[in-house]
């Protein structure tokens, strides 16, 4: 059974730093691209990053770029996604999600952690 | 980027209802559409694939069609767990977008 489990979400300040793990098992990790999505609170996805498989290729969304950093570990069979710079509208449900097939779309998701930026 | 809309944003329908949702692309995606259900508080679920490709395990009574710019989910016959909000995503390019949400709800 494929399973996706996320952690590492909390309160931050503005400006601080923060960094997302998603554990996952019941598949061959390294054989898929795995991504971040998010959702504000009260509002619809919102695509932030996806990584390939062997961790070679990463795309960010404009909103994040520069802020943010996806990457995985094969051998831990655990993506993450280091936070910097946090601002208030990062704050969201943060999914991560295996691409079924190439980047996307998106087959199995997390439960999701939320991330809240407030001073 | 490639904006997605979708109509309507929300509908109200009955149980035994057929109800159609759709998503407009700004610029051809081919057949990398998705549709996801969204529950409250839930993680989505993929319903829909490569456009028209029912994902394992999903009810038939799900179905997409379309390609290039426009596309279609349609719910034959609306059951009680069906309630829930449908995104549609492409995926035939970066960054990844997601329409804006249609919510069905009961009537």
């Known amino acids: 059974e494929v399973q996706l489990v996320e952690s590492g979400g909390g309160l931050v300040q503005p400006g601080g730093s923060l960094r997302l793990s998603c554990a996952a098992s019941?598949?061959?990790?390294?054989?898929?691209?795995m991504s971040w999505v998010r959702q504000a609170p009260g509002k619809g996805l919102e695509w932030v990053s996806s990584v390939s498989g062997t961790g070679g290729s990463t795309y960010y969304a404009d909103s994040v770029k520069g802020r943010f950093t996806i990457s995985r570990d094969n051998s831990k069979n655990t993506l993450y996604l280091q936070m910097n710079s946090l601002r208030v509208e990062d704050t969201a449900v943060y999914y991560c999600?295996?691409?079924?097939?190439?980047?996307?779309?998106?087959?199995?998701w997390g439960q999701g952690t939320l991330v809240t930026v407030s001073s | 980027d490639i904006q997605m809309t979708q109509s309507p944003s929300s509908v109200s329908a009955s149980v035994g209802d057929r109800v159609t949702i759709t998503c407009r692309a700004s610029?051809?995606?081919?057949?990398?559409l998705a549709w996801y259900e969204q529950k409250p508080g839930k993680a989505p679920k993929l319903l829909i694939y490569?456009?028209?490709s029912l994902q394992s395990g999903v009810p038939s009574r799900f179905s997409g069609s379309g390609s290039g710019t426009d596309f279609t989910l349609t719910i034959s016959s609306l059951q009680p767990e069906d309630f829930a909000t449908y995104y549609c995503q492409q995926a035939n390019i970066f960054p990844l977008t997601f329409g804006p949400g249609t919510k069905v709800d009961i009537k």
């Open positions: 610029q051809g995606v081919s057949s990398w």
């Open positions: 490569a456009a028209s």
């Open positions: 999600a295996k691409g079924i097939a190439s980047f996307g779309p998106f087959d199995y």
């Open positions: 019941g598949f061959t990790f390294s054989s898929y691209a």
